[in-house]
């Protein structure tokens, strides 16, 4: 029995790691040897508590204490002020606009309309104890399912729960699961789907993370309803501490007895595998991640055969993203109707997002199916930076797409999204304020789908790369009438045609841009205009001459010396040589330069004569 | 581990460790910790409210500690909070009297009434 009165938790989540939480658990162990406390207050290292926009975070038990953005230098006042003398330090607590302090983790809004329940344990057991997961209830579930259910008993209580996979297509689980059962082979294989790919989303990192045990329990209640005694784990390779922390899970479960053989003393063998990934997006495609396992190239192949029955080596395989197998634990603790009463008619339970962008509280957040965007970018996201106005949120990476403020009461559930042009995916949500263009964001995502597709059909591989020739050439300032046309042309042919989910899903950024913000594609092509400033050929710098203080600082920073001028005449740029590197504006002292919408006149006129030229030899 | 049995008490031992961390608490002993507390013993006296309460293997009691209560002269000051009840606390504490703060009032749910120097909130 221990003499321990505190319980530290800090969040070794990736987030909270490259902020420095690593070096203040280390202060943290320091200063409590010198003032002989080690033995009365427990450092544990968490996975992520969800608010990465404040880290390092850490929270203090019994009283939950929330401290955020702490440095190694606060680590000794925490210790004196905190456990020394139990005065909470309030500078480092979480406060609002209206300077309202939150001392307690419960009491922070960020976490008020959250429901957790793939993430119950994230942030709040060690991910490296296994003993800390089974006090959660963790195994219970499992050994509930092998030594009381049968295997069509388990699977009924999937399709009771109305589970759905959660890596973004929605496909109801336990028809997969159904699916497998009833093949009669006798090799059958689980796969966890790992590799999360969108830019900007962390859900599935966070989860292998920070509480490993629950996916893999996940998969071995998965792996005896369809009969299956051996599962993968395919994890990119950038996800270094994900793959450390669930292999050292399997080495603690198999130590326990709870994976090998004769689990829980009944005939249930599993044996799990971690397989990591060279990180090519295609590769979260099933058949492209089992042709990745089975160790040829990641290409997709034509479905059917489905994995399910044609799956890993030819055996019937189920491909179950992270998220779905962390869910799975608990519908079995606590009930499919428990699970089913969350959420909407279709989509029921939570879903976890990956919140970035132009919001105040980034992060790792878990919502009830069903709830507004407006209250997930408000309530929990805290609402939008710097005063800016709300744009657009991209929800689904690249293959999703971009809704806008009239968009923010749509409930958000499968159907819902899909109708309106974008999809849940796995879970990353990007949010825009109004200094984001909407055409260099189609780019963006664009460009990653070219750089990403693996070249097997044609539609994907040449298709996508004419869309983004003519995006690149909107945003340069040499679109033409019929370009907005054609893009749609281009985009249906390409979902229609595509071998797989990559190839059909890459053209929705630029098709739902083209839907929400069309007028924005013709001030690019007919006016030449960016109406944010972000397409730098379709703006220019100007100097106010009524502002110039004639001080030189901008002619002496330009690297092409294309601005002249002196005392009494003021500066001015030669628009034709200026290649907008913006150093005239972060140095002028008296704010006299600024951006300004529309290629300059000077610049429009040199292209038109360029292009009669051009034109001229043609003939 | 074989049985379900057998995951019960792992789970019942590793909840023991992190019950700082749940709500299943059914008392709080509170020591004030404020600079005249630590001058006059706070800290050995909830060093042995620590000792006390782990030799006994109570699992349902959590020490925490607070800042200055203002009653300077009767420190080190011990405030035990049952639910339901009202606030107890005591004053003048030491070792030994944290000792039989614990046989009586938190096991056996007596108030120590030498010791007790206010009751209620």
């Known amino acids: ?619 | 581990m074989k049985t379900l049995a057998d995951l019960k008490k792992i789970r019942e031992k590793a909840q023991e460790e992190m019950k700082l961390r749940g709500g299943n608490t059914r008392i709080k002993i509170v020591v004030g910790m404020g600079t005249s507390g630590i001058a006059m013993g706070a800290r050995e006296v909830m060093k042995t409210f620590l000792e006390e309460i782990a030799n006994r293997n109570l699992t349902d009691v959590l020490v925490t500690q607070t800042g200055e209560k203002g009653l300077s002269s009767m420190e080190p000051v011990v405030d035990v909070i049952e639910e339901g009840k009202p606030k107890v606390t005591y004053g003048n504490m030491t070792p030994d009297k944290v000792k039989k703060v614990v046989v009586e009032h938190v096991v056996n749910g007596r108030t120590v009434s030498d010791y007790v120097v206010a009751t209620g909130n």
Not at chain 1, 17 to 31: M, P, Y
Not at chain 1, 86 to 97: F, I, K, T
Not at chain 1, 269 to 276: G, K, M, Q
Request: glycine share 10%; with cysteine.
């Open chain 1, 1 to 619: 029995m221990s003499l321990k009165r505190i319980d530290l938790l800090i969040c070794c989540g990736s987030g909270c790691i490259s902020a420095g939480s690593l070096k203040i658990k280390e202060r943290f162990h320091e200063v409590l040897q010198e003032k002989n406390l080690a033995n009365e207050i427990n450092i544990i290292e968490t996975g992520c508590m969800g608010p990465c926009d404040y880290g390092p975070v850490m929270v203090v038990y019994p009283e939950g204490t929330f401290y955020k953005a702490v440095s190694p230098e606060d680590v000794e006042e925490i210790v004196n002020e905190h456990f020394i003398k139990g005065r909470p330090v309030a500078r480092l607590m979480l406060q609002d606009d209206e300077d309202r302090t939150f001392s307690t983790k419960k009491e922070v809004p960020f976490y008020q309309k959250q429901v957790k329940v793939a993430l119950a344990n994230c942030g709040y057991i060690d991910p490296e104890s296994m003993d800390e997961y089974i006090a959660t209830g963790g195994y219970e579930a499992l050994g509930t399912v092998l030594t009381t259910m049968n295997q069509q008993e388990t699977i009924d209580l999937v399709k009771r729960s109305g589970l759905r996979g959660r890596g973004g297509g929605g496909f109801p689980t336990h028809i997969k699961w159904q699916m497998v059962h009833d093949n009669a082979s006798d090799e059958k294989y689980v796969i966890c789907n790992g590799d999360e790919g969108d830019p900007g989303a962390f859900m599935d990192r966070s989860l292998l993370e920070g509480d490993p045990h629950r996916i893999l329990e996940g998969m071995m209640i998965a792996a005896y309803a369809i009969g299956a005694n051996a599962g993968f784990l395919y994890i990119r390779a950038e996800y270094p501490l994900a793959i450390k922390r669930i292999k050292l899970a399997i080495t603690q479960a198999k130590e326990a007895g709870l994976m090998g053989d004769n689990i829980f003393g009944t005939k249930f063998c599993f044996d799990a595998e971690v397989r990591t990934g060279a990180g090519a997006f295609v590769c979260g495609e099933e058949t492209a991640l089992i042709h990745s396992i089975e160790g040829s190239r990641g290409n997709p192949t034509p479905k059917p055969p489905y994995p399910s029955s044609q799956g890993l080596w030819g055996k019937p395989t189920i491909v179950n993203n992270v998220e779905t197998f962390g869910n799975v634990p608990t519908i079995y603790l606590k009930g499919a109707e428990w699970f089913a009463s969350m959420g909407t008619e279709t989509s029921k339970g939570t879903k976890v997002f990956a919140l970035t962008g132009d919001i105040k509280n980034t992060g790792l957040v878990e919502v009830p199916m069903g709830i507004t965007l407006r209250e997930l970018i408000f309530d929990v996201g805290g609402g939008m930076t710097g005063g800016h106005k709300f744009k657009a949120v991209q929800l689904g990476g690249p293959s999703g797409g971009c809704l806008t403020a009239e968009h923010l009461d749509v409930p958000v559930d499968y159907e819902s999204l899909k109708e309106r042009g974008a999809m849940m995916g796995s879970g990353g949500v990007i949010v825009m304020n109004d200094k984001n263009c909407m055409v260099n964001i189609a780019k963006y995502f664009m460009d990653f789908c070219v750089d990403e597709s693996c070249g097997k059909c044609s539609p994907c591989r040449i298709g996508l790369k004419q869309m983004l020739d003519i995006l690149e050439r909107i945003t340069s300032g040499h679109g033409k009438d019929g370009d907005i046309e054609e893009l749609q042309r281009l985009g249906e042919a390409v979902s229609k045609l595509s071998l797989c989910g990559l190839g059909q899903s890459a053209p929705n950024p630029v098709l739902s841009t083209i839907r929400y913000f069309r007028e924005e594609y013709e001030a690019h092509i007919r006016d030449k205009s960016c109406a944010t400033k972000v397409c730098l050929d379709l703006m220019h710098f100007d100097i106010d001459k009524e502002h110039c203080i004639g001080c030189s600082l901008c002619a002496r920073k330009c690297p092409v010396t294309c601005i002249t001028g002196n005392r009494e005449e003021k500066y001015t740029i030669h628009q034709l040589d200026c290649v907008k590197c913006g150093n005239c504006q972060d140095v002028c002292p008296v704010k006299a330069v600024s951006r300004i919408p529309g290629m300059h006149m000077e610049v429009a006129a040199k292209r038109e004569a360029d292009n009669k030229l051009t034109n001229h030899y043609d003939d």
